[in-house]
């Protein structure tokens, strides 16, 4: 995303509605005495966006487990209807998410209403005369008002009172310091990965760029094997240029190639191409040609050409059967042997028009699997980090959200949630951040580590900075 447009939009997308428009709920009346315990199921979140990522969220507050396959999902017409998978449960205290947007879309004067799977019982209903900016939530989860909120789908509502969703002062110092020289990279450098003494960057304008240490604590780029001014990026074939919004790394390293998150060919920047593309680190020249692409675009809902792809991140597949980490396919626990030759892990990518982070199998052959997919809380994903170390995942959002970080970890139910929501550092003036990546356990030193964040707007004429964090 280049920083002249995105600041300006992504302000714009961040703002609450705090007051005006009609918020109406309604409960269950006339229900059969078999169906009492429907009035459990709460209509808990809604999500609006205009034109994508149209969801409503069901949440139990009763004590008994429900089932709700079959049931009836609608807006304010009654001849859209959205029919719960056969097979789909409630148990006490859980939230699940459905995206109806390929059914019906959810305007900004609208309704959500659920019925039993007669269609004509009601359940529950929400009214509102605005589009959520981003969630229309429930405080507290299932009997309270519904109120404009940050977006968290499939957990609990963000309603001020902890819980993990209430920002904390950044887990570090606050002091912030420049790490390259001026005038080095001018605007676009947006995702960030470190490898030992290695920090790679995604560019947008389809470059990816090797930096080694400058021995002043920074970074400066290598100026050995054509790395000098960056490489420029293509797609397989070697036409195109990927808008690089994100690079990560597996388990071999720089080895096993580098993975760009892009989000568009920059040639046909009006059109979405959802891509992971795979490159050849290890190569000559001052050029690199995909090797392979996981063109997603089908798998996902549309979203704007500019707020596709920007972060991107590996799991490991050990640590995600270990943590019984639940693979959405099946709704078991994560088997990578079913999934054939593939990287050693699931990548997630977070999408920035929606802050919804999915993840993938990219298998060998170039085929895919969508294994999970997960809000982060956020109005938009700018960079996703797993750190290993501490068994999280960082989910990073830029100016649009006041420069908060969010870590999500894998809890007893095996989804990805959220573990804590931090404001940037004191330090940190609120620039357009867009990439993020902490240090290894090796570099911990006394409790702390350094961090990297790259500013896509190149403030100052600086696109990178430093910090630390606890390790």
Known sequence: MTASIGRRRRRGLARFLVAGPLLTAGALTGVPAAHAAAD???????????????????????????????????????????????????????????????TFGLGSGDK???????????????????HSAPSWS???????????????????????????????TWPGSSTVATADASGVFGEDLSGLYQEGGVLWGAQNSGRLWRLVRDGSGGWTPDTTAGWSSGKTLRFPGGSGSPDSEGVAFTGSGSAGGAFVASERDGDASGTSRLSV??????????????????????????????????????????????????????????DPARYGAHSGGVFFVGVEGTGTIHGYVLADSGAYTRVASLSSGMAGVMELQWEPQAARLWAVCDDTCDGR?????????????????????????????????????????AGSKPVYWSDDSNDGGHALRKGTITC
């Open 277 to 334: 593309l795979k490159y050849d680190v290890t190569a000559g020249g001052s050029t690199l040609t995909s090797v392979r692409e996981w063109n997603l675009t089908s798998d996902l809902p549309s979203t704007g050409s500019n707020l596709g792809f920007e972060g991107i991140t590996w799991i490991p597949d050990s640590y995600l059967s270990g943590a019984g980490f639940k693979d959405a396919t099946t709704g078991s626990v994560y």
């Open 405 to 445: 970080h969010r870590t999500l970890k894998v809890d007893a139910s095996g989804a990805f949630t959220v573990s804590a929501v931090y404001d940037r550092p004191g330090g940190m003036p609120d620039y357009n951040n867009e990439g993020f990546a902490p240090a290894g356990s090796d570099e911990c030193v």
């Open 138 to 168: 429930r405080c507290p989860d299932g009997t309270g008002a519904f109120g404009a909120a940050a977006l968290t789908l499939g957990a609990p509502n963000d309603c001020g009172t902890g819980g993990g969703t209430t920002p904390v």
């Open 112 to 130: 959500a209403r659920l019925y039993l799977a007669d269609g004509t019982t009601p359940v529950d209903s929400f009214a509102w005369s605005e």
């Open 40 to 102: 459990d199921i709460r209509i808990n979140e809604v999500v609006t966006t205009g034109d994508v990522n149209d969801s409503i969220e069901l949440y139990n507050k009763g004590t008994a487990t429900i089932d709700v396959s079959g049931w009836i999902l609608k807006d304010d017409d009654n001849g859209s209807k959205y029919k719960i998978a056969s097979g789909t449960t409630l148990a006490p205290g859980t939230y699940r998410a459905f995206d109806v947007h390929g």
